[in-house]
């Protein structure tokens, strides 16, 4: 199973003030579109693929003696 998502960030915001404008596939286009008339200048969507497993281990530091 994927998960679409179209996540926006509204003009002047730092990168990782990305909000969720939607989850809707059949949405995406008009969702767009509504955001960047409504203040939004960086658009990305993303496509998850919920069936594989997340690793987290990469995003820990782990420190070598």
């Given at each position: 199973?994927k998960?679409?998502?179209?996540?926006?960030?509204?003009?002047?915001?730092p990168?990782?003030?990305?909000?969720?404008?939607?989850?809707?596939?059949?949405?995406?286009?008009?969702?767009?579109?509504?955001?960047?008339?409504?203040?939004?200048?960086?658009i990305?969507?993303?496509?998850?693929?919920?069936?594989?497993?997340?690793?987290?281990?990469?995003?820990?530091n782990?420190?070598?003696?």
């Amino acid at each position: 199973m994927k998960e679409t998502i179209l996540w926006a960030t509204k003009i002047g915001d730092p990168d990782y003030c990305e909000q969720l404008i939607t989850n809707n596939p059949e949405h995406i286009a008009k969702a767009k579109k509504w955001a960047l008339a409504n203040g939004y200048d960086r658009i990305r969507i993303a496509i998850i693929d919920l069936s594989t497993p997340i690793d987290f281990s990469k995003t820990i530091n782990q420190k070598t003696n």
